[in-house]
């Protein structure tokens, strides 16, 4: 029976602070759906505060897997391996009319080793590719935890996969994170992008099939086309070298012990073994 790699376990505090960070995003990303007139989210001045509410929570996620002891040397290096070659690939391609790679290894890394490294590859690669970009600003929390999805949900596809099968879901899972990444991120600045008095404005308290409405259009004014193309990069990247990627890291997972088989049963008891047969006699 196949290994099972577990670079960074998530127990069951850990996987409790993954569901908060992650309720705590999701209502950061879509308050606009839900601001109504009058209430603190309708102003401006409150982003700050949901800004740092998703910083906090990410950030609380390695910080619980790292006081749980879930993550030794080895995964600390991998995991910086991997966040330096997504930090240097980001700056290359800019995401110059949506071509993006930084996306890559993050699918592929938390789809060897697991939900958990995932989620942390996610938050640590857009974090030092800002620093090398200069890219640091109240975008980043957001951008971060967007990221910090696409590699725990690889890490959650069924394990068993192999093969052809495997490579075309990670391309579509690719492809669909690419073009959400980019809808989750208009949705995080456009109440704040536009004035008040524009066909593509955010209202706050319309109703929700009017704000989702705008909301459509102005993604297809500003983004459409980039984040298209971004899904179709993922999706050629994936198909063209996913195979020997997954291959590499896969051998790197074995050689520092990250992969555990399922347990062998345990050899019989000494005395069990040494005690005597039935003896032929004659």
């Known amino acids: 029976m196949s290994a099972r790699i577990r670079a960074l376990p998530v127990p069951p505090r850990t996987a409790l602070a993954l569901v908060l960070a992650s309720l705590v995003g999701v209502l950061a990303f879509g308050w606009p759906l839900i601001a109504g007139r009058g209430t603190i989210l309708e102003r401006n001045a409150s982003a700050p505060l949901v800004l740092g509410a998703v910083l906090v929570g990410v950030m609380a996620i390695v910080l619980v897997a790292l006081g749980d002891g879930g993550i030794d040397v080895k995964a600390i290096a991998v995991l910086g391996l991997l966040s330096g070659v997504g930090a240097v690939l980001r700056p290359l391609s800019a995401g110059s009319a949506g071509i993006e790679f930084v996306f890559f290894f993050i699918v592929l890394g938390g789809r060897v080793f697991g939900p958990g490294f995932g989620f942390a590859l996610g938050s640590t690669t857009l974090f030092a590719s800002a620093l090398l970009t200069a890219g640091v600003g109240p975008w980043l929390p957001f951008q971060m935890l967007a990221a910090s999805w696409i590699g725990m949900g690889a890490g959650l596809l069924p394990a068993r996969m192999r093969g052809r099968t495997e490579i075309v879901v990670l391309a579509l899972y690719a492809a669909l994170c690419g073009f959400g990444y980019g809808q989750a991120m208009n949705l995080s600045f456009w109440p704040f992008t536009l004035g008040p008095d524009t066909a593509l ?43 020997p990627v997954l291959a590499a890291l896969r051998r790197t997972s074995k050689r520092a012990f990250f992969a555990t088989a399922l347990p062998e049963p345990p050899p019989a008891p000494v005395a069990e073994r040494d005690a005597p047969g039935p003896k032929n006699i004659g």
């Open 201 to 243: 404005s955010f209202v706050p308290g319309a109703p929700l099939v009017q704000t989702l409405t705008t909301f459509v259009r102005f993604s297809l004014v500003t983004s459409f086309g980039w984040d298209l193309t971004r899904a179709v990069v993922l999706v050629g990247g994936v198909a063209l070298i996913g195979r």
